[in-house]
């Protein structure tokens, strides 16, 4: 079955540095992939969407890259502030449906 | 713009107690809806989605069940909850799959069997 893999132990970095969650999938080969923010008692929200044919996609201070044949996604936030302490969950399209992965906690400090 | 309402926020309901959660857009037509379940420390699990009315395809084997009465209106229910149903529901809409927006998460209820 599809698994996704998420770094399960918060990730703490310093206000202004570069924070980088990664994403590993197995079992499948998904078209595109995309990234959620979640805060705590919230929905999720989209963040970025890349496809199999792209290797990095940007928005602002945001960064995603998709490596197909490692089957992994990075997530780099540039410039960190507290205000992106949330959880961070990853979604690989597959098999008609995202599939979501359990999320990384990522905590700014400053 | 479009929007999505989802509720209860919040509900604590015995064992064996029925439930309904709904969870309606405004602002689209034809959305893809969503039911996904998330567990304390676990990824989202999607239970039921939706691609138009009357037509609701189960993922996970269970207690719930869902109806989509309305073209803009998914509802969540069950007739006797189980302890194990405790989680957070989230409802979610896309107009078109593989589009460039993403899901549009509800903003959840938090359901406690006791």
């Known amino acids: 079955s599809q698994k996704i893999e998420q770094n399960s132990e918060a990730l703490n970095i310093q206000e202004g540095k570069t924070a980088t969650l990664t994403c590993n999938y197995t079992n499948y080969s998904p078209a595109y992939l995309q990234w959620y923010r979640q805060d705590p008692g919230r929905g999720p929200v989209f963040l970025l969407l890349?496809?199999?044919?792209?290797k990095e996609k940007r928005k602002e201070r945001l960064k995603v890259t998709f490596d197909t044949t490692l089957k992994q996604s990075l997530f780099h936030i540039t410039a960190s502030q507290p205000a992106d302490s949330a959880t961070y969950l990853c979604a690989p399209w597959g098999y008609n449906k995202l599939i979501f992965g359990a999320g990384t906690r990522l905590a700014v400090h400053p | 713009s479009q929007t999505i309402h989802q509720w209860p926020a919040t509900l604590v309901q015995p064992v064996g107690s029925p439930l309904s959660l709904e969870c309606t857009v405004e602002g689209t037509s034809n959305p893809n809806l969503y039911w996904y379940r998330q567990a304390a420390g676990r990824g989202l699990q999607l239970l039921f989605y939706s691609v138009g009315i009357g037509q609701i395809s189960s993922e996970v084997p269970q207690n719930l069940s869902a109806s989509r009465p309305q073209d803009r209106q998914f509802i969540l229910s069950s007739k006797k909850l189980l302890l194990s149903d405790s989680g957070f529901y989230l409802c979610a809409w896309i107009g078109q799959e593989d589009s460039n927006y993403g899901y549009t998460f509800g903003s959840g209820t938090r359901l406690t069997v006791v």
């Open positions: 890349i496809r199999e044919n792209e």
